[in-house]
């Protein structure tokens, strides 16, 4: 017999016994409901070959397979979580900066070591973190500035610790005790300042600023096409109330001045009538 000819092959009541306990396992654990279990159920029972009975549990797991888990967590993703910069191992190719009056700058994308130490004498320094790679999740920028100033620079959602100490100068506290967002980095900054200031500023990204340029040029486009459209709504029905205003007022004036003449017309009439009446008898008398 071939494998041609086994789907024409009449089933056994153990054949649909088996399809019946698949279906009823997937009922139980809702993968059908009442009504497609019902309307199987019934096929089961009426079919008579193994062709017609594969259909009903084509699209079900049968007994014994596992099935792939479906994670509820939401993936991030690729290109704007922090897996892809954190951690990313070897050696830093830059892990030390000296300014002696002068200055040093690490921007752009690099990579910052796990120790970065950085000294400043009468001269000054940035540390720029908002495009960078984290070779691991916490890393420590020692900076000594004195006569001179160090700034470090951190992207959003990097939390920041500071342990520096500052004799006539000063650490930058303000972006301390923002919490971090899950997977990015913590950055410590940590070393001396002397008559000088190691300055900690947190600030958007080029395509961020980019970003955000372009929401606010749509909000105000938005807001000058809603004032047009309700300056001119409001231009109409003005111009239109004057006009109306003006007309009724012209009307009224026009009536006003017709009576008003029409009155004295009828008036001055009246009085001549009856003095020229006063005269006949007058002089009828």
Known sequence: MTDDAVPDLRASDADRERVAAV?????AEGRLDMEEFEE????????????????????????????????????????????????????????????????????????APRKFNCFAFWGGGEIDLREADFADREIMINAVAIMGGIDVIVPQGVEVVVRGIGVMGGFDHREEGVPGEPGAPRVIVSGFAFWG?????????????????????????????????????????????????????????????????????????????????????????
């Open 40 to 111: 199987r159920l019934d096929a089961t029972y009426k079919a008579r070959t193994y062709r017609e009975l594969e259909p009903i549990t084509r699209d079900l797991p049968a007994p014994g397979v596992s099935v792939p888990v479906v994670s509820l967590m939401k993936s991030p993703e690729p290109g704007d979580d922090w897996s892809s910069r954190v951690g990313v191992g070897g050696d830093a190719p830059s892990t030390w900066a000296v300014a002696v009056m002068s200055g040093f700058q690490r921007k752009g994308r690099w990579t």
């Open 23 to 27: 279906l009823r396992d997937a009922v």
């Open 197 to 285: 200031g190691v300055g900690i500023k947190r600030k958007l990204t080029r395509a961020e600023k980019q970003q955000f340029r372009e929401e606010r040029r749509r909000e105000k486009l938005e807001r000058r096409a809603n004032r047009r459209g309700e300056g001119t709504g409001g231009d109409a029905d003005h111009h239109e109330l004057g006009a109306s205003s003006s007309g009724q007022a012209a009307l009224g004036h026009d009536h006003g001045g017709f009576g008003h003449g029409s009155f004295g017309f009828e008036s001055s009439h009246g009085r001549r009538a009856e003095e020229q009446g006063e005269r006949r008898r007058d002089r009828d008398r």
